[in-house]
């Protein structure tokens, strides 16, 4: 398939995912909120689920977590441009706190039974060289349940599913820290493991 094949297949993938209803998520959500980037992108990350400012504008990463990673890429020498960012969930699962609404964790059902087929799909049309997982939703969805990410974190694993897969913190991991001085070493480690990319995509780094 060439890129213009899919990208058009991922443009028909987007739309037919727009009217989801698999599970009981999409009742409470604004919208799908599908994954965004080129079809011929060389790495992908995968997060657990968009949250409140992506379920508003349709569009993964763009909030608070999704800043503090755009800013890691270019510290590891990786452009947004260059990647296919998605989600293992597709909708936004929250609950009220006062007035605000909250991320609460989807269930192991709506990761593997409802959204998976999508994450399949989208892993499929891109065929990207790198997955990167971020947080242990996505670890578990790709790499299985029994995966640890305090154990197995930033380790280039070869996959079935692409060249090389790794697992590394969600964004908003750091972005929990209450420390100024914590918050500087884990965006120092979290670039550290993103750099991971490059050396997966020129294929330098054997498999740990």
Partial sequence: MNDRSANTALAQLRKAALSC????????ATQTVFGEGDADAKA???GEQPGDQE??????????AGR?????????GVERSEVYVTNAVKHF??????????HKKPTQREVSICCQQW?????????????VCLGATAAGALLGRGFRITTQRGRLLE????????????????LRLPDETQRAAAFASF???????????ADEAAPV
């Fill in 191 to 201: 670039v550290e493991d993103l750099r991971l990319i490059r050396r997966g995509i």
């Fill in 21 to 28: 209803t698999a599970c009981p998520l999409w009742e409470n």
């Fill in 44 to 46: 992908m990350l995968v």
């Fill in 68 to 76: 503090l990673l755009d800013r890691a890429l270019v510290a590891a």
């Fill in 55 to 64: 379920d508003v504008s349709g569009r993964p990463f763009v909030g608070p």
């Fill in 159 to 174: 996959s079935t599913l692409a060249k090389y897969v790794f697992a590394t913190v969600h964004p908003s991991y750091l």
């Fill in 93 to 102: 699962k929250w609950e009220w706190q006062g007035k605000r609404r909250l």
């Fill in 119 to 131: 994450l399949e799909r989208e892993i499929h049309l891109i065929q990207p060289r790198v997955i």
